[in-house]
């Protein structure tokens, strides 16, 4: 039973990562923007 659980657990997981990022291109957009969004966020808080 717990195995089966476990099982479609990360079955749910899976298909919410896939339908988050269609292609291998789109993780790369996904993580390009919040480098991005991480530098930005840095260069404001600066303070110099």
């Known amino acids: ?3 089966k659980l476990t ?3 990360l079955a ?3 298909m919410i990562g896939l339908s988050a990022c269609n292609t ?3 993780v790369g957009e996904d ?3 919040a480098g991005s ?3 930005k966020k840095a260069e404001e808080t600066k303070g110099y």
């Open 7 to 9: 099982a479609a657990f």
């Open 1 to 3: 039973m717990k195995n």
């Open 37 to 39: 969004a991480i530098n």
């Open 24 to 26: 291998v291109q789109g």
């Open 31 to 33: 993580m390009e923007a």
């Open 12 to 14: 749910t997981l899976m």
